[in-house]
């Protein structure tokens, strides 16, 4: 199936304080899970990808962690800040017999830090 | 590097009438997506292109969504007639991928906006 279902959809936290969003995909044979964060009346911008060989990665602040038994991955900010404020989504990737791979995005998740 | 040009941003038009929005991707970039993305809800895949090919168009509302991306290069998304339900952002994105290989980074335009009254 092709379902990305993401949890919380609103989550508010003080600055300084860390933020879990988490994502359940259906389809085992995904392997790319991409996290865009989307500011208001911006575009979606990458912020971290992780793929199917490893479980976790890093940069700087923010972690992702996948777990490929349970289908399900995760965005990890550290030390939030106002600037975090944003819709975060995350993907996974469907493999068409073709051979390309699409995206299915999560619902979005809303990040507010708050000073 | 210039990235992802859309135009327009804003359309408001009546229900029943036409529109269409124009796509540049970021140079290079043999792929091509066009996604809806409702107020609140996460963006979906309404059709890819590999260069002037359609990868898939299985979300496109054939009835009265086209596109097209003839050399290759730039696309156009039109909607004739509009209904209410068709009230979006419509993102255009780029990547560079082939055929057997992840999508890797989506480059998204700012995406146009669509009322439909």
Do not use: M
């Amino acid at each position: 199936g092709e379902n990305v279902e993401q949890h919380p959809s609103t989550l508010s936290v003080q600055e300084g304080d860390s933020a879990v969003i988490k994502c359940t995909y259906s389809d085992s044979a995904s392997n790319y899970f991409p996290w865009y964060k989307q500011e208001l009346g911006k575009r979606p911008q990458l912020i971290i990808d992780i793929r199917s060989n490893v479980g976790e990665k890093k940069d700087q602040r923010i972690a992702v962690t996948l777990n490929k038994t349970a289908k399900h991955f995760s965005l990890h900010i550290t030390e939030t800040q106002p600037e975090d404020s944003a819709v975060y989504f995350c993907a996974a990737s469907i493999t068409r017999n073709t051979g390309f791979q699409k995206l299915v995005f999560g619902t979005g998740t809303r990040l507010l830090v708050s000073p | 590097e210039a990235g992802v040009a859309q135009s327009p941003r804003y359309k408001i038009i009546e229900k029943r009438q036409s529109v269409a929005f124009w796509c540049n991707p970021i140079s290079g970039h043999a792929t091509l997506y066009w996604y809806q993305q409702i107020l609140g809800q996460g963006p979906k895949l309404l059709i890819q292109f590999q260069n002037n090919g359609v990868v898939d168009d299985s979300q496109l509302p054939k009835d009265r969504f086209s596109a097209e991306r003839l050399k290759g290069v730039d696309s156009t998304l039109k909607i004739q007639p509009a209904k209410l339900e068709d009230s979006a952002v419509y993102l255009c994105a780029s990547s560079l991928v082939g055929q057997g290989l992840d999508t890797g980074e989506l480059f998204f335009g700012e995406g146009s906006r669509l009322t439909v009254l």
